[in-house]
């Protein structure tokens, strides 16, 4: 992936920068990751644009089937091998490439416009029926060759920016809102620390360790080598978080702890499933906040800072919340 934007400033540039009161929580961005087709792969990026929907370009597209409802991996677990990646020129992205094994790769034009001459449909996105447009019979066929026809013909959608899709409100706080194909929030934050929790639980059960594809979280927080160590799960225990940019603060404030589904047990690398990753979570991630739920990572609403730039290690700070 390819971007204008200019590389992230060193150390000597940040201690520069106007001085923050000090927090209590502490952390680096060690990890952003867009999903730009629901469901499918992500892509690791070291900057992206902060929108009202999330970090740019992520869920803005979907699979859905013939009926026009959402497809996920929970139906087609395949999904994971699919490989989005975005074109840039200049700032703008100019073309949505589709890769997987076995398969030509297949360029989307993007250019100014292309969306006047796509078919606007309405999609199904859990509970939420929304406008969208059609990718084209391209998409269509190379997504079913590769996904199988299990569920009829498959289509490649792009969400209707014009349409205003809120998250849940008995989670927002009276916050404001806004969606694309996203679960029902715009963010979701995870931490290097409650990986590596997990991971020493499989292994201590004689399982692999896995990675954070698994749990497809936007932003990865890891330690601040100059602050207290990062806990597992602190993410759960901290308010707004405030991401200190070059130039206006970005702040994302958690307001739902996220349930986890059958995904997480997918090996991103062969689509195969296996139940070690929730069967671990089970013991000790049962949520009361979400009715015993298990869950990993916080969803998040952005507050301030759009259209700022999120960079790989800036710094973040927060107050606890308990």
Not at 135 to 159: C, H, I, Q, Y
């Amino acid at each position: 992936m390819t971007s204008s934007f200019q590389p992230s400033i060193s150390q000597a540039q940040e201690a520069a920068l106007p001085m923050h009161s000090p927090a209590e929580f502490e952390a680096r961005i060690a990890a952003l990751w867009v999903f730009p087709i629901k469901s499918c792969a992500g892509i690791s990026v070291q900057q992206a644009v902060l929108t009202p929907t999330g970090l740019a370009h992520d869920r803005a597209w979907m699979v859905v089937d013939a009926d026009g409802e959402m497809v996920t991996q929970r139906e087609l677990p395949r999904m994971a091998l699919v490989q989005p990646n975005l074109v840039y020129l200049g700032t703008s992205v100019a073309e949505l490439v589709l890769q997987a094994s076995g398969m030509a790769a297949l360029h989307l034009p993007l250019t100014a416009g292309y969306l006047t001459k796509a078919h606007a449909i309405k999609v199904r996105v859990w509970d939420d029926q929304v406008p969208a447009f059609d990718m084209g019979d391209a998409a269509g066929k190379w997504l079913t060759e590769f996904l199988g026809n299990s569920l009829g013909p498959l289509r490649l959608v792009r969400f209707d920016d014009n349409h205003h899709r809120p998250s849940n409100a008995k989670w927002t706080q009276g916050l404001p809102s806004r969606n694309q194909f996203s679960d029902g929030f715009p963010v979701l934050v995870a931490s290097t620390a409650s990986l590596d929790e997990l991971n020493a639980r499989l292994q201590a059960k004689g399982e692999a360790a896995v990675d954070m594809r698994r749990f497809r979280a936007n932003v990865v927080l890891g330690q601040d080598a100059q602050s207290h160590p990062l806990n597992a799960h602190d993410e759960d225990r901290i308010g707004t978080l405030t991401c200190h940019t070059e130039h206006e603060p970005v702040q994302l404030t958690p307001v739902k702890p996220c349930p986890r589904c059958p995904i997480p047990n997918i090996d991103p690398d062969s689509a195969q499933s296996q139940p070690a990753v929730n069967d671990t979570l089970q013991a000790y991630r049962q949520d009361p906040r979400v009715n015993g739920a298990l869950t990993f990572g916080m969803n998040c609403l952005p507050v301030a800072g759009i259209g700022q730039v999120l960079r790989v290690s800036q710094r973040v700070s927060a107050d606890w919340a308990f």
